[in-house]
């Protein structure tokens, strides 16, 4: 089994920059990709990124793409997500999950199963 935790979310104002972390707890080293998404109220979930944990590549969209950097601990098993720029647009439900994928859906929109989540840390920008 695994655990994710997120962390980090907070109110800020519009400009303003964010770090989230996902801590990994369990059998993590089974996983080898990390993605992070997010939820808004009345929106579906949206990925925002990826970390192909071997060798760190990471994928992002490019709704968020120069504004959002993912990066991971020397252990693997803290994920970061560091946001800049927030905007009112950025305000939602921030999660992580983890799962085993090859490189290529992994550094992907992969919308497949997803095998851990976290619980998700919420993330306000206002104007």
């Known amino acids: 089994q695994v655990q994710l935790a997120e962390s980090g979310g907070d109110s800020v104002q519009d400009g303003g920059t964010l770090k989230l972390s996902c801590v990994a707890s369990?059998?993590?080293?089974?996983?080898?990709?990390v993605g992070w998404f997010r939820q808004a109220p009345g929106k579906e979930r949206e990925g925002i990124g990826s970390?192909?944990?071997?060798?760190?590549?990471?994928y992002y969209p490019d709704s968020v793409k120069g504004r959002f950097t993912i990066s991971q601990n020397n252990y693997k098993n803290i994920a970061y997500l560091e946001m800049t720029g927030l905007t009112p647009e950025d305000t939602a439900m921030y999660y992580c999950?983890?799962?085993?994928?090859?490189?290529?859906?992994?550094?992907?929109?992969?919308?497949?199963?997803?095998?851990?989540w976290g619980q998700g840390t919420q993330v306000t920008v206002s104007s």
């Open positions: 999950a983890a799962s085993y994928l090859h490189p290529q859906a992994c550094l992907s929109e992969y919308d497949g199963d997803w095998g851990y």
């Open positions: 369990g059998n993590f080293y089974s996983n080898n990709c």
């Open positions: 970390i192909f944990t071997p060798t760190d590549q990471t």
